[in-house]
Each structure stands twice: as C-alpha cells, then as structure tokens.
C-alpha cells in the first residue's frame, strides 16, 4: 500500500517564470504563479513546478564527481525535430553527437540535463 502518490516535480532554478516558459514551449501548457514558485500545467493535466532558488549552481554533465541530481526524459516521435526546436527555444546540447543512439542530452537554460528520447 502506497504512503503518498506523486504531486509535482519541482525544479530549483534562478528564474521559475524563465524557466517555465522553455518548458511550456517544449511541452506545451499554461504558467501559473508569482516570483519564487510557478507552475506549468501540462495539457494532459500533468505538471512541473519551478522554484526560485538564491545562488543556484547548476549541475555539471557528465561529471562523475559530481550528480546531476535527476534529469527528465522526454518522449519525441522525431528526434532531429525535437532538436531543432529545444535548441531554439534556448537548450544547450550536452552530448549529440551519437545520432545512431535513441536519445540525445540537452541542458535547459538553467542548467539542469534532460532528454529527448524515440524509444
């Protein structure tokens, strides 16, 4: 028997509205919320949640001494589209290159990895 279920993912960064906007272009949706915390709801009514986050450092990718704490796979139907368009919208590619491979690793402005993936 579960204890809790999952409410939202929350993702530090030093500008939450900045930072939903990058992924309500990725993922589509709605931002909601005031300085320090806000909300993208998801159309499927899934969400992300940005906070702000005084003196934030990113984290390093790869970097086996230190974690990248988590990353978001995201789901694509054509990689080199979804490239095109992350990158647009202001993504940094982490590691590309491998155009063989499934997937591919991208930072978001802020900082944090993620992927996109046709699996």
Known sequence: MAVA???VVVLDCPDPHALAGFYAGVLGGTVEGEDDWVDLKLPDGKALAFQAAPGFVPPKWPAPDHSQ???LDLDVKD???AEKAVLELGAKPLDTEDRERTF???ADPAGHPFCLCAC
Do not use: S
Request: glycine share 8%.
């Open 69 to 71: 704490q988590f990353h």
């Open 5 to 7: 279920e999952l409410g």
């Open 104 to 106: 591919r690793v991208y």
């Open 79 to 81: 990689l080199d589209a």
